[in-house]
């Protein structure tokens, strides 16, 4: 025997139709999108989810000290796991901060960039930046590096995350490196010009 409660669900399923499922964005980043220093809910990805929130789940698969290489480790997983609609890729930094060889961050970026195309989900490459610690070259390679690879996957691409915030030394903690709470809504902005078309282009 049905229940009132179930014959009344079945009732609004014929009139209405199943309820749509909520698209799901999977956030696939380092501390920058760990939310690393801050308290919970204050991270750009956390104010991602509240603006999204009637029409998208986000995942934050985000690990602070994360490498491309342990990207590349952890993705396929992921990607079963949670079968998203959107996967933001905020990767590399800490490959650079460590000096490592370019061309071995770049394979490994481009087999996300391909893991991620190959399962139906749309792409965001989100780039990032680097002192020049290593010098001026390689810190000049490294940039040209994420656009290189939205270039040639014709990916959705933004440029520089922290491009709002750069230049303002009081939006960053004391390791200079992760921005403060104030500075997230910035990071989303930054963000959210691409996100926004790509949302759009999916739910057409």
């Given at each position: 025997?049905l229940s009132v409660l179930s014959k ?197």
């Amino acid at each position: 025997m049905l229940s009132v409660l179930s014959k009344s669900l079945l009732l609004i399923v014929a009139l209405f139709g199943a309820p749509a499922m909520a698209a799901t964005i999977l956030v696939m980043g380092d501390s920058l999108s760990a939310g690393y220093g801050l308290a919970k809910g204050e991270g750009w990805v956390d104010l991602l989810q509240k603006r999204v929130a009637k029409s998208h789940d986000v995942i934050n698969a985000s690990v602070s000290g994360e490498t491309s290489a342990g990207g590349v480790a952890r993705l396929p997983q992921l990607l079963n796991k949670h079968h998203p609609d959107i996967v933001l890729l905020e990767l590399g930094a800490n490959d650079g901060l460590r000096g490592l060889q370019l061309t071995a961050t770049q394979n490994n970026l481009q087999r996300m960039m391909e893991q991620v195309t190959d399962s139906g989900a749309k792409l965001v490459l989100i780039g990032v930046q680097i002192p020049p610690n290593y010098g001026r070259l390689y810190q000049k390679k490294f940039s040209q590096m994420y656009q290189d690879l939205a270039k040639d996957h014709l990916a959705s691409f933004v440029p520089f995350l922290l491009e709002k915030v750069a230049n303002r030394r009081d939006l960053f903690q004391a390791d200079g490196l992760h921005p403060i709470a104030k500075a997230q809504p910035l990071l989303l902005d930054t963000v959210w010009p691409v996100l926004k078309k790509v949302i759009g282009k999916k739910g057409s």
